[in-house]
Every structure is written in C-alpha cells, then in structure tokens.
C-alpha cells in the first residue's frame, strides 16, 4: 500500500510539474507578446500613423495636355484605386497568396501553426512563410531587419498585432488596394500600376488574366519570376497562379486550359528617371520644384518631398512637338557627325596629342594613376590599353572596345545640339531639347551654355538702327575696309564676291548677312544704343563693346537669344520662359501657381517690328535659310536668321513663326573644335535642318495648325512705302572714276555712332513724307 501511494505522488508531482512548466510558458509568452505589444521591443506605429498611411509616390511631370512625359521619384512606384483592379487579378492574388484572406481578422491561425511546426520546429521551408496580405501589407509599410532567430520572432509578432490593426481600421477592399500599391515587383518596381507599365505598357485596369497572373507570381520571388530575365520561370510560375485560381473556382476548367496555354508577351518599357521625352527639360523641371520644396510648407507644417509626395507638375510643354524635336535633331545630327568627321579626316583636331592631352590631365584615371605615384609614362600606357567601355555611338552600339585615350577622343570629336521653342507673349516654353543624349551628357546647352551667337545678333543690331532713325532704304557701302584704330581688322563677307563699288540697303544686307554692311550700320548707330536695346530685351549676359559685336561675339545662351526674338512677335516687347504652370497634389489640390508677369516695357515701334520681320522673311523666301523652302518645301509664314561663328565653331538659326520662337544650334562642347569647311559648318548647314526636318513633322500634324497655319500680318501702308527700294545701287560714274578698286579702303570705327549727319541726309528726312 505505501508504495502505490507512492507512485501516486510521483505522478502528481510530475503532472504538477508539467502544469507549472505550461503555465510559466503560457506566462512568458503572454508577457513577451504584451512587452511587445507595449513597445519594449522597438515602438510600434500608433492608429494615428495606421490612420494616414502615405505611400511614397512619384511626382508626375505632365506636358500642356496633360499628358504624362515623365516622373521623379527615389523608386518608381504608382498608386491606383480599388475600382482600377480588375477581378481577376485581386482573384490571382488571394487565391496564391492568403485564400482565407475575406474570413480572418488578420491572423490565419490554421497557417500559423503550419509554420511554427513546419518551419520552426521541423526546418522545413517549404512549408511556406503563413502571412497573410494583411501580414504581408504590415511589413511592406514598415519593413523589417533582423539578424538572427530571436529578432525575426519578435518582428513576426509585430506584424500580426499590426495587422489586427489595419483590420480594424480598413475594409478588406482598402487593405489589399494598399498591398497592391506597396508590393515590390520585379525591376524595382513598387505597385501594379508601376508594374503594368513597367511590363505591358498598359494601365492596371487593362490588364488580361494572363497578365495578371505572371505579375502576381512574381511576387514570390521578383528576380527568380522575373518575366523579362526569366521567361521560362515566369511561364511555370504563373502557371501556379492560375492553377491556384482554378482550384479555389476563380476559373472553370476550360477558362484554365485556355490560359495556360498562352505564351508569355511582354511589352516592355522600363521607366527612369533619365530615359523618355524630354529628360533635359524634365531635369530643368526637377531643379525648379527643388527651390520652390525649399520655401513650402505644407498645411501639418511638413516639407514636400517632391519624390514621394505624389505630385502632378503641370508643364507648358508640347509632348507632340518635343517629340518631333527629337527625331528631327536625332535624324540631322547622324547625318551631321558623319560628315563632320569625313571633311576633317585624317587632320582631325581631336587625334592631336596637343589638343586631347590637356583632357586627359583631366580626366579621373589620370588623376586616379597621378595618386598612386605612377610615372607619366606608365600612366600613359596604361590609358592607352584596350578595354570594352560604354559610350555614346550613333550607331546604337553603346559597348566598344577603346583606351581611355580613345574615349576621350570619342568625346572630343562628338557633336552637340540644342534645340528650344517658346510662346513669345507668354514666354511658355513648348520644347526643349539640351543635348544629344541625357545619358550620357547632362550638360544643358539651352540653359547652361553660353556660346558665341553670329549672325543672329544681327537683327537687334539692324533693330537699333531702326530705331535711331536710319531706313530700311538707306545705302551702305559694302566694300572691306580696314579700320586703323582697330589694328587694321578688316571684316568680309562669306561669299566673297567683289563689292567694290556696290552700296546694299538694310534689307538687302540682312538677307545675305553682309558682315561688311552689319558693321557699318552698328559704327552708324553706335554700340552704347545696340547694347541698351539687348538689355531692354532681355539679355543679361555682358556684352563686349567691340566692333566685333555687330558679328555676334556676344556669349549667349539660347534662352537669352529666344527672350529677346520674342520682342519681335510681342510688341516690341521681350517675354522671359518659364516652363512650369501649376503644382498640385495626388488628389488634384493646387499647392502653387506660377504666372509670368511681363517686366519688359516696349523697346521698339510696331512700325520697326513690321519691317525687321519683314527683312527676317526675306532672309527665308531668297535669303541665307532659302533651302526651308527648296530643300524642305515649307510653306508657312517664316522669319529667320542664320548664324556661324569664328572657325565655323557655333551654327545657330533663328526660325520665327507668328505665335512661336525657336532656336537651334550645334557645335563641339570643345570650343578649340569647328567644322573643318564653312559650307558644312555655316548655321544654314549645320543648325537650320533641324527646323527644317522639325517644321515638316508640325505641319503634317493637324493638332498643331494653330502653330504652322499662323501668319504674319501684312506690311502697313507705311512700311511697304518706307521698304520700297532697289536692294541694290551702284556707285555713279564719278566715283566710280575716283576710286581705286585696288587700293585697300581704311579708316577709324566711332564705336559711340555718328552723331552728326550730312546736309542732305538731314533735309531728306525733314522732307520726308513718312516722318
């Protein structure tokens, strides 16, 4: 009897034991959980912060139509509405990843425990993770990071009490629109609608069964099921997906069959920050919305993240013609570098060791190499060894094998271009080209660059004359001459032919550009009035007080040159660009408007404008840019001006439509580099054929006939009567017999303008009908 007593007691107390032990388990579980819970671990977020979840979403830049040219963002991610997701898709998604997802709460506790003792306890990792969407959703909004087992438990219990929480704040509806536009998909892409586009080039409203199901099987690992990495996998893995959706009767048998069977199509268009339409314009976009971040604050106080915030920036670009800008600049430039590179040939300046070498100095590898203590002669040699490098080409082919040496050679020779349009009353910019390829050149040339302007400073010189009285029917000399307190500087014109005893009106030397009659008339006016009249239209820059200036050896960059065109077409006066109208939030509010307010006053008369638009005409219909109209058989009203710079380093034309003001240019960054021969490198050669090629694509777009159906006013009575002339006059008999042709004609350059006129100048213009 004691000993079964006994017993007895040694089986109490080991139940008792094991009571204690399940009890101090329980116990300890439940105060791990609560101290959890009650943040002892890390904070959790509060149901203020799950009550205004914010997704970090990109801003979107949109052209004057509002169609979408591009994003800034950190990751390219997009958000949509509930009503956006197709059925099958949310049914793709629950039935692979949380089929229980419209039962729980939060928590599917049958999948829990499939994982504690799956996973945990046996290590067996096929069992599968067992969160839910909500799960899921919790550490997409607050990712984890951890090191080792204890770290990951804790985190595990830290998404299901958030997601209990999410449940009891969102319906099922918003919880999985939220998980949809938070889930990383292959690419770095974050959200479906970010992923459609991405893969399909489609909105997520549009997307097919199939394509639903290769974006949601993706989501089990984003490299593996990668459709454009790996189709293969994709195929299978999708597969997986629309079986899941059969076998919970999201499809029938035969919908099933029909979808599996179907191959893979991708329509791939990846989507950065510096690829697209417009990504010098976009950049110059980026910057401004950087300064005005700088200033706003938003209604909580919070800055704006202008990457993240969602943002829909309202531009005044014109998707249609920037994109026709492009291919225009796209198509000449080919064509350009080719025949750049074929006149120089074997004389090319970039192969000489005493142009290229000071670049290499430059360089990083030298400066890298320099560090380390190499010799020159070893750095040398080392930048001289082949390796494959990528570089912009024409060709498409980005990888070629080449030295460092050779690269910067490549880069010395590359021609660039820029190309701008802008509303001349308002100054909206329309496109925007800085360059010949963003990636691999960031440098703006519409903004940033400064380069010598030619002949299209003729114009405003041409101008000032006007305005100082002289008429578009007085007569000057064009003949050289050398003038003395000038070192003897002698311009001539390009066509070089014999102006001896030749006298051309103001139009008729715009028309040929006559760089002989151009100084004249600037010694005429006077340089003080020309640079009054640049400042009075916008140009900021400083302007050289140099005979030369009449030549257009005045740095400018196109912005200033197309602010002060746009005088022409406003009045007499200039507008400023600007390129960014509205900024308003994800859900449309205006956050800021920006309206141009004209601080330029009137600088010239309508009289003066009429005939300088009249002369511009010309130099289109039978002048220097005469080959828009036999070379591209353009019809449209048409004003223009070409420009080439000392050496043939800088071709420019001015192409100016009633409601529109463009400047092209081209060049070599490398200043030291022009064109070898000026008929490849004249502005008419090098800069007016992507106008050309441009104007051909706006006037077979009827979208835009408001542009390319526009015409220019017809000549008042008075300006006809004052532009009624002979362009040309000889010199008369007794001159004529008294000049020595042989004799180089010299004298002084009066850069302050002729103040005194002769007797007869002075009654014909007091007699004169037209005042």
Not at 445 to 450: A, D, G, M, W
């Amino acid at each position: 009897m004691p000993k079964k007593k006994k017993k007895k007691t040694l089986k109490h107390r080991i139940i008792k034991f094991l009571s204690i032990c399940t009890g101090a388990g329980l116990l300890f579980i439940l105060l791990f959980f609560y101290s959890i819970k009650a943040g002892l671990f890390g904070s959790l977020p509060d149901d203020k912060v799950l009550n205004n979840i914010k997704n970090a979403q990109a801003t979107e830049i949109l052209d004057e139509n509002d169609e979408n040219i591009g994003f800034l963002y950190r990751s390219y991610r997009s958000n949509v509405g509930y009503n956006e997701l197709p059925q099958h898709l949310i049914d793709a998604l629950v039935a692979t990843e949380d089929v229980r997802f419209f039962e729980h709460s939060g928590i599917d506790y049958r999948s829990l425990v499939r994982v504690i003792v799956k996973t945990v306890i046996l290590q067996d990792r096929s069992a599968g993770g067992g969160s839910t969407l909500s799960q899921q959703l919790a550490k997409n909004l607050f990712p984890r990071e951890y090191s080792h087992r204890i770290e990951i438990i804790v985190i595990k219990i830290k998404e299901a009490i958030i997601a209990k929480r999410l449940e009891e704040i969102y319906s099922k509806e918003e919880l999985l629109t939220l998980y949809l536009n938070t889930v990383s998909f292959p690419d770095n892409t974050f959200g479906i609608e970010a992923a459609s586009q991405t893969f399909f080039n489609k909105p997520v409203k549009a997307l097919s069964l199939e394509e639903s199901a290769i974006l949601v099987g993706s989501l089990k690992a984003t490299y593996t099921y990668n459709p454009r990495i790996f189709p293969e996998n994709s195929f299978e893995r999708r597969n997986v997906v629309l079986s899941q959706m059969e076998k919970y009767d999201k499809l029938s048998e035969e919908e099933y069959q029909k979808a599996v069977a179907k191959e893979i199509k991708l329509d791939y268009r990846p989507v950065k920050a510096d690829q697209g339409i417009a990504p010098y314009f976009r950049e110059q976009v980026r910057k401004e919305l950087v300064k005005w971040a700088d200033d706003y604050k938003k209604a909580n106080g919070e800055s704006v993240d202008i990457y993240g915030d969602g943002l829909k920036i309202h531009t005044t670009l014109n998707a249609r013609m920037q994109r026709y800008a492009e291919s225009a600049m796209k198509k000449h430039m080919q064509d350009l570098q080719k025949a750049f590179e074929n006149n120089w040939g074997n004389l090319a300046p970039w192969k000489k060791k005493e142009v290229y070498e000071q670049y290499i100095k430059r360089s990083y590898h030298y400066k890298a190499l320099k560090n380390q203590g190499k010799p020159d002669a070893e750095i040398v040699k080392i930048l001289n060894e082949k390796k494959e490098m990528q570089v912009f080409d024409w060709s498409g082919s980005d990888v070629q094998t080449m030295s460092v040496i050779d690269s910067i050679q490549h880069s010395l020779k590359t021609l660039q271009s820029g190309f701008v349009a802008m509303d001349p009353k308002s100054g909206a910019i329309k496109t925007w080209i800085g360059g010949i390829d963003f990636e691999y050149f960031k440098y703006d040339h519409v903004k940033q660059s400064k380069r010598q302007v030619g002949s299209t400073f003729k114009p405003l010189v041409y101008m000032t004359a006007l305005n100082n009285g002289v008429e578009p029917c007085d007569y000057f000399p064009a003949r050289a001459v050398s003038y003395e307190n000038l070192e003897g500087w002698k311009p001539t014109n390009s066509d070089d032919e014999d102006y001896t005893h030749i006298n051309v009106s103001m139009q008729e030397a715009l028309r040929k550009s006559m760089n002989t009659v151009s100084v004249k008339i600037l010694e005429e006016t006077g340089i003080p009035s020309v640079i009054n009249l640049a400042k009075a239209v916008g140009i900021k820059s400083d302007l050289p007080e140099v005979a030369s200036l009449a030549l257009g050896t005045a740095e400018l960059s196109m912005l200033e040159l197309a602010t002060a065109y746009s005088s022409f077409l406003n009045e007499g006066k200039a507008s400023d660009p600007f390129f960014i109208e509205k900024i308003t939030d994800a859900s449309g509010k205006v956050l800021a408007e920006f309206k141009p307010e004209n601080e330029y006053e009137k600088a010239f008369s309508d009289l003066n404008q009429e005939m300088i638009l009249s002369m511009m005409q010309e130099v289109v219909n039978s002048g220097t840019a005469s080959r828009l109209r036999w070379r591209y058989n353009l019809k449209n009203d048409i004003a223009g001006k070409t420009g080439t710079t000392q050496n043939n380093r800088d071709g420019w034309f001015v192409g100016l439509l009633p409601n529109l003001v463009t400047i092209s240019w081209t060049g070599s960054d490398n200043g030291s580099i022009g064109f070898r021969s000026t008929s490849i490198g004249q502005g008419a050669n090098s800069a007016l054929p992507i106008f050309g090629l441009w104007m051909q694509q706006v006037n077979a777009d009827q979208s835009l006939n408001q542009y390319s159906k526009s015409q220019f006013s017809p000549l008042s009575d008075k300006a006809e009567r004052l532009m009624d002339c002979p362009p040309i006059k000889e010199d008369g008999f007794f001159k004529k017999l008294f000049t020595n042709p042989d004799k180089e004609k010299s004298k002084d350059f009066d850069k302050d303008g002729k103040e005194k006129k002769g007797l007869f100048k002075r009654i014909k213009k007091l007699f004169n009908k037209d005042g």
